[in-house]
């Protein structure tokens, strides 16, 4: 099958200290049930209706992240099982994040995405933004999450060192960050730009057209 010999090529090019996100949005349950088989456990999805519609068909030891933005009203529809939101964005998201964490008696894990594309579409914090909301965590704002690293996207472009610099500005920030020893995640790099996030410091990859094939997003 084409997704097994996919996925066992992506394992192979990561080090066994980089988790792998498999990025299953727009594909099929029988898809990820056939990567789950192959041991994999953590998955990516980036929309809240479709991550709803997989959970319950799907095994309940999957770690489900939230790759994608996610609207603050939709928190309450994924709080009881999410693993860890990747994409927050905002402060208000946050809160959010942390009143519905703290109603299911749990805590969310999640990552702070911070804007370091040029392009102007993607979500993210700005690098100020990012470090006063991980500073408000540490104070104790935000007591029932857990900020466990951080997240961006590259820009979409064949300009190596342009990436090569974006991701590297993240890895300066988590670094900043993490005097302390307390995040453990930075997550960066994608199927085309994977082995750069990895060689910039990248200890989780979110890869999924290179797994799953190419999305259609015509269905
Ligand atoms: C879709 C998506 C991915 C995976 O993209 P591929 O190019 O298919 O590997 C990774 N991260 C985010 C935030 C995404 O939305």
Redesign the pocket.
Known sequence: MEITENYNTIKKQLPSSVELVA?S?THPVSAIQEVYELGQRVF?E?KVQELMEKYPLLPKDIQWHL??HLQTNKVKYIAEFIDTI??VDSEKLLLEINKESHKHNRKIKVLLQVKIAEEESKFGLEIAEAKDLYQQYINGNFPDVEITGL?G?ATFTDDEQQVRKEFSVLKSLFDELNHKKELKTLSMG???DFPIAIDCGANSV?????IFGR?DYSK
């Open positions: 990025v949005k990516g980036n790759i994608g990747q994409s997240m996207m994608m199927s085309d979110r890869v999924g057209s290179a999305r």
